[in-house]
Nanobody, 123 residues
């Protein structure tokens, strides 16, 4: 069982930056691929980024490529999402997720989810 707790959301102006954190419980964090997803108002949940357990492989949605960076610190059981050059369309609840099937964009392949953190980008 893995418990995930996100933090770092907030209100920021367009062009600004935020760093989200997701702290995981358990002693096997490095065995899990981690993903970030988001759900905007009236929208479906969508993939943002993912990272392999050893941190050597990452994957991004086209909409955030070049602006967002996913990273992890296995010693701290934490995964991060650095978000730069934020746009109003990035406004959403951001969720982190853990799974054992490798780097994947599919939400159904993740086993554990956090409660989400709100990110609001004003124009």
């Amino acid at each position: 069982q893995v418990q995930l707790v996100e933090s770092g959301g907030g209100l920021v102006q367009a062009g600004g930056s935020l760093r989200l954190s997701c702290a995981a419980s358990g002693r096997t964090f490095s065995t899990y691929a981690m993903g970030w997803f988001r759900q905007g108002p009236g929208k479906e949940r969508e993939f943002v980024a993912s990272i392999r357990g050893n941190g050597r492989s990452t994957f991004y949605a086209d909409s955030v490529k070049g602006r967002f960076t996913i990273s992890r610190d296995n010693a701290k059981n934490t995964v991060y999402l650095q978000m730069n050059i934020l746009k109003p369309e990035d406004t959403a609840v951001y969720y982190c997720a853990a799974g054992t099937t490798g780097v994947t964009t599919s939400a159904t392949m993740y086993d554990y989810w956090g409660q989400g953190t709100q990110v609001t980008v004003s124009s």
